[in-house]
């Protein structure tokens, strides 16, 4: 008897040690596509246009554009390409309809 009573009193004294956890979560908003990016990027900087001398034949300059990283856009400063095939012509990338369309390259 006891046994029983001592093994009661360990089991509802623990018991008051145990933390509750409680969660709510609210939703607010609507679907968000995969696709869709922060408002539309700011315009180019304003700055003198250098473009250092072609390091050779084969070669186009790339333009500098806004990229997205997370919910952000980043500056990539213009660069010398290599043309991946003959007659490819780079085309930059852009925002259109609240998406962001990469550059590529095309005949």
Known sequence: ???KL??????AGS???AG???S???GVGGYVPAYYVAPPPPPPPVTVAYVPACPGPGFTWVAGYWYPV?????WHAGYWARVPYAGARWAP???EN?????????R
């Open 1 to 3: 008897m006891k046994t």
């Open 6 to 11: 001592f093994a009661l009193l360990l089991l």
């Open 15 to 17: 018991s008051l040690f």
């Open 20 to 22: 509750t956890h409680v």
């Open 24 to 26: 709510i979560a609210v």
């Open 70 to 74: 997370g919910g952000h856009y980043y």
């Open 93 to 95: 990338p852009r925002y």
């Open 98 to 106: 609240r998406r962001y369309l990469s550059g590529y390259w095309r």
